[in-house]
């Protein structure tokens, strides 16, 4: 027993002892506990009902972020305005699954005649899951040059039928044309455009002595030229996304646990 007859735990540390020595005197006291210092630790499961609205109510919730030096945990949040997104991680480290998720967000947030997807894939269980949404058009294996070849050009395609229709709305950008639409009507806009890709830096690398980074260069030019059309392109990948040109076209990076380079 200590000086106030409390019993402390065999062994614990003076630290230890000193806590449970203040607990029981506040308690004796009817003392109001003070604030913690801290908040509790993020759950390590959540479900998209248990996140919290976004603070701005103009993007979709997809993950809980603690602010510590703010005291804060709020939803972290994807929006077409935010343009283009990398999630950058180990294998392993949920990059995949940080994708998959802002699909999903958007998808519960916007509906398929405001927001289109289309998604280049591993092949794994987890991207081909999303060809499931009504906002998903394709769900394309990044494993195969000679399809997302031809995907790509597609996209390309589409891309210049929506700047030309970008052009005769005589808006500059689609953002500017949804805003118009909705506060005094007129034709439709096209619905923004919401690209996926999953495994950069295996879906971009040359393959055979005939490939010079066409793949690569593709997409780059998309998410250049892409963006007033409606276009942003979330990609998810490993170390290299921070150095490649990529890096510098992409306005907000999630950074997951990277592996040391040993």
Excluded: N
Excluded at 70 to 95: D, I, K, L
Excluded at 231 to 238: D, E, Q, S, Y
Aim: hydrophobic share 40%; aromatic share 4%; net charge negative.
């Amino acid at each position: 027993h200590d000086a106030l007859g409390l019993e402390a735990e065999p062994g614990a540390s003076t630290l230890e002892r000193f806590v449970e020595v203040a607990a029981e005197v506040a308690t004796r006291l009817s003392m109001q506990p003070s604030q913690a210092p801290w908040l509790p630790p993020l759950p390590d499961e959540l479900t998209d009902t248990q996140l919290p609205s976004g603070e701005t109510g103009a993007g979709a919730p997809f993950a809980l972020m603690d602010l510590p030096t703010e005291q804060r945990q709020v939803a972290a949040e994807w929006a077409p305005a935010t343009g283009h997104w990398m999630v950058v991680g180990a294998p392993g480290s949920g990059r995949t699954t940080a994708l998959t998720a802002v699909v999903h967000a958007a998808a519960r947030r916007w509906s398929p005649d405001r927001l289109q997807v289309q998604v280049i894939g591993d092949g794994s269980a987890t991207t081909t899951t999303l060809s499931g949404l009504d906002h998903v058009g394709s769900v394309v294996d990044g494993e195969d040059t000679t399809v997302v070849g031809r995907f790509l050009e597609r996209l390309e395609a589409d891309i210049s039928d929506r700047r030309r229709l970008l052009r005769a709305s005589g808006h500059d950008t689609l953002d500017a044309w949804w805003s118009a639409h909705d506060s005094a009507g007129g034709p439709t806009p096209p619905p923004h455009l919401l690209l996926a890709v999953d495994g950069w830096g295996r879906v971009t690398r040359p393959r055979g002595a005939g490939d010079l980074g066409e793949t690569a260069e593709s997409l780059e030019t998309l998410m250049r030229d892409g963006t007033s059309a409606g276009l942003c392109v979330l990609v998810a990948g490993g170390r290299e996304l921070l150095s490649g040109r990529v890096s510098s076209l992409v306005a907000s990076r999630l950074v997951l646990h990277l592996g040391d380079r040993g």
